[in-house]
């Protein structure tokens, strides 16, 4: 059983409270806390997600967008960025130390581990609430830390010698583990996890995707409502190219490889977040002084 009433698992949502896959997968896969579902006041289907949900929090869109960057001009607020912001003075509202931020759309929640160095096994979690207890801890014990996330199955694109491999990435997506003594701000109306994990690393701000554990999602731009209106209205192109303007410096646009290509954001990490070097090159030390022949100054 869920034994931290300072947590909560807030999912956020839009015009589809008959297809909030997220909550039968969360008690699927062995969370027995509380799920607050998270709505904002422009929603025209609240009355139906008050009828299917035990707990319901409707937020005012219109004063978050009155304090937050979109980056850009437009009028149309079908947008998570803003639900993502508000999140915070919920769970401060609701008496919360800690929440994760989820989407609608999970299907899945997995451990994950390397079978060689191409793929990769996995198996579903059973008990989320140690997983996520878990996580939390960790997330506790590292002050410095702004969020710690789940990864997601595009996070393991080529294996051991790809990006995604076990090892522990500098993002946050999707499943925002999140202090409200530790807050930051999401900035740009779409693409607004890469904006922040980018542009707020490059400040440095401190996010975490650990590899061990993963969600899975619907289909991208599969379903109606949420997000997925704005994204056909504005085509992947603009979506990445929010990144861009945030963190030109070391975000570009390229063309995601697969069955069917499609214009995506690249991040260039060496440029983006600070570079920790080794103990041993610090001034003063023999090997800085020396060297040992090795011009290696690798960034952890």
């Known amino acids: 059983m869920w034994k931290r009433p300072d947590f909560a698992a807030l999912v956020l949502t839009h015009g589809r409270a008959d297809r909030v896959l997220t909550v039968p997968a969360l ?3 062995g969370y027995s806390g509380r799920i607050v579902i998270v709505c904002d006041n422009e929603d025209k289907t609240l009355a139906e997600y008050r009828s299917r949900f035990p707990e319901v929090v409707v937020f005012d ?111 946050a997506m999707n499943s925002f583990i999140c202090d409200v003594q530790r807050p930051f701000e999401f900035f740009g109306r779409v693409n607004e996890d890469v904006n922040t994990y980018t542009n707020g690393g490059a400040r440095g701000l401190l996010f975490l995707t650990t590899k061990h554990v993963a969600l899975q999602q619907q289909v991208s731009q599969s379903r109606a409502g949420g997000m997925t209106e704005l994204y056909l209205a504005s085509g992947t192109y603009v979506k990445s190219f929010y990144s861009v303007m945030y963190q030109p410096s070391s975000v570009r646009i390229f063309m995601f490889p697969g069955p069917n290509p499609r214009l995506h954001h690249e991040v260039e990490w060496r440029d983006t977040v600070p570079v920790i070097l080794e103990e041993r090159w610090k001034k003063g030390t023999r090997s800085a002084q020396h060297g040992n022949g090795s011009n290696e100054t690798r960034a952890r």
């Not at 004063?63 to 803003?82: C, K």
């Open 27 to 29: 008690r699927k896969h």
């Open 61 to 171: 869109k219109a004063a978050v967008a009155a304090q937050v960057d979109e980056g850009d001009n437009f009028t149309d607020r079908r947008a998570i960025l803003y639900a993502r912001n508000a999140a915070f003075q919920v769970a401060r509202d609701l008496g919360l130390r800690y929440f994760i931020e989820l989407d609608d759309d999970y299907r899945r929640f997995m451990h994950r581990r390397a079978a060689d160095g191409l793929t990769y096994l996995d198996a579903p979690i059973r008990d989320l609430d140690a997983v996520w207890t878990a996580m939390l801890e960790y997330f506790e014990s590292c002050p410095r830390l702004h969020s710690v996330a789940m990864a997601q199955t595009g996070d393991y694109m080529g294996g051991e010698q790809g990006t995604g491999w076990l090892r522990p990435g500098r993002k």
